[in-house]
């Protein structure tokens, strides 16, 4: 049976999402891992002030690209960009463009996705939902098409506690629910949503869930795989340990605490932290391509790609290592001190988001005013405890995910292809994937330099120092304030005092005593 990279050799590959994060890594795997691929066609949308051309060639400068870029500096030349607008009829993909996907296109990957759980459901829907009916239109037009592999999520089900690899009944009929919202104004639908989606946090889960029945509906047709992968973090090891670009998930929140600004969350400590690392999914991803193919399953094979059941770390574990990395590879120009903590108590975590949060806000946007400068960091306060609000959901509760096809899967792997392919997550080794986590957000994502690590510690110490003295003053002010002024306080004041030198006096005599 052929390996997994002489599958993809001579084949053309359809990509869409390649401009997004687990788009770019998948692109540079293919490129990389399978160098004989013929041609990567990539759905790309115009922004405006920025052609498609700059977006895929802004892309390719990436550092993702670096070892591609060493092995075959010529790369890009099997990159092809097709213009394409996913909330338009058709993808608004050009009858040209059209003709020359179904003359050549053997592999689809669907990448392109909404992951905003805010996002209002009209747009989630056309987005996650009518998206994937109108490729999959294309994909069954297609003359050579081999393999069509959906990228869902391990929470389109997360209204259940145990979640099998099988498609589950959707929460409503999707084209019933299209056809509904048609005539709806954004209002109607902002107002009816949280009954349409019932027991699922967010629009995201409920339209993925719609997104697996409508593949479903056409797995007669073509040859289906959907993957469902659980909170996806930055890379491994491929092409590079830690690679992340973006904000979104964990990495805002580690960012967050890395710069003092994150104090409290709400989750569970205890909760298990289905975190994925992308280059995992990607390489179970391309794997399952390859075996759809060669094998054509019967049904669509859906393959649970988590870890909580097979390697499971816990969100109170993460913490502790987040922390302690940040502390030895401060970030540049922090806020405050790292020191963030974890608590399930909703009264506790009010109450340090007001100490610990708003309060200091409040300050520094005064400090701020009056200095001249525009007040920002109760808002950035705001965002974020909007941002960790949506995230409350997925940390404070289990879920237990089925992983036997992705056993299987790995199973039919020849012994090279394990290494090359490899999305085995009991080789994860966790503390030390955070650690480079929370490195790769402060080189990656805010592009800092580790050299200035010595300045970045120098400015903590600064910080440190400037916490012990406003502590002395506060305590100084209370003395004057309360005890000071009434004779009950410095008597109970006094009692404290002579307590504890007491106590302190009759350690000593005991460890004399010992010794």
């Given amino acids: 049976m052929a390996s997994i990279a002489d599958y993809y050799a ?224 930055a890379s491994w090891q491929e092409p590079f340990s830690g690679w992340i670009d973006n904000f979104n998930g964990p990495s805002g929140v580690f960012i967050a605490a890395g710069k003092g600004i994150l104090r409290t969350m709400r989750a569970n400590n205890d909760a298990v932290a289905d975190l994925i690392p992308v280059d995992m999914v990607i390489n179970l991803t391309l794997a399952a391509g390859w075996y759809t193919a060669v094998h054509r399953p019967k049904s669509a094979l859906v393959y649970n790609c988590t870890t909580g059941g097979i ?33 399930s108590n909703y009264l506790i975590n009010q109450y340090w988001i007001l100490v610990s949060h708003k309060f200091p806000a409040l300050i520094y946007d005064l400090y701020l005013r009056l200095s001249g400068q525009k007040p920002q960091m109760m808002r950035i306060f705001n965002r974020l405890h909007k941002a960790i609000g949506l995230l409350e959901y997925f940390s404070s509760q289990d879920w237990e995910w089925n992983s036997d096809n992705m056993n299987m899967l790995m199973s039919h792997l020849t012994p090279e292809d394990k290494k090359t392919f490899n999305f085995d997550v009991r080789q994860l080794n966790w503390p030390e994937y955070i650690e480079n986590y929370c490195i790769g957000t402060k080189k990656y994502v805010l592009n800092e330099d580790m050299s200035d690590i010595p300045a970045a510690r120098q400015h903590l110490r600064k910080l440190r120092n400037i916490r012990y003295t406003f502590n002395t003053l506060l305590l100084v002010f209370i003395w004057r304030v309360f005890i000071a002024r009434s004779q009950m306080a410095r008597n109970i004041w006094y009692f404290v005092v002579s307590l504890c030198f007491k106590f302190l006096s009759y350690f000593r005599a005991s460890s004399t005593l010992t010794n």
């Fill in 10 to 233: 001579g084949k053309s590959v359809l990509i869409t999402g390649a401009t997004g994060f687990m788009g770019k890594v998948l692109v540079e795997k293919l490129l990389r891992s399978c160098p004989e691929v013929k041609a990567l066609y990539i759905l790309v949308r115009p922004k405006a002030g920025q052609s498609m051309q700059q977006r895929v060639s802004d892309m390719m400068k990436c550092k993702l690209f670096d070892r591609v870029r060493e092995d075959n500096p010529d790369f890009h030349q099997k990159i092809i960009p097709v213009s394409s607008e996913l909330m338009q009829p058709g993808l608004a993909i050009s009858a040209e463009d059209v003709e020359k996907l179904n003359a050549c296109i053997n592999v689809v990957f669907h990448c392109a996705a909404t992951i905003r759980f805010d996002e209002p459901l009209k747009h989630a829907l056309q987005l996650n939902v009518i998206a994937t009916q109108q490729l999959l239109s294309l994909a069954q037009q297609m003359h050579h098409l081999e393999a069509f592999i959906h990228i869902s999520t391990a929470y389109a089900n997360c209204n259940r506690r145990h979640i099998d690899e099988i498609i589950y009944p959707p929460p409503v009929e999707p084209k019933k629910l299209i056809e509904s919202l048609e005539w709806m104004d954004d209002g109607i639908v902002r107002d009816i949503t949280p009954r349409l989606i019932g027991d699922r946090p967010n629009t995201y889960t409920y339209t993925k869930a719609l997104a697996e029945c409508v593949v479903q509906q056409e797995q007669g047709k073509l040859n289906v795989g959907i993957i469902r992968p659980s909170i996806v973090g």
């Fill in 311 to 343: 390697n499971p770390f816990h969100w109170g574990e993460i913490e502790h290592h987040v922390m302690s990395t940040f502390k030895r590879n401060p970030l540049e120009q922090a806020f405050r001190r790292p020191n963030a903590n974890i608590t």
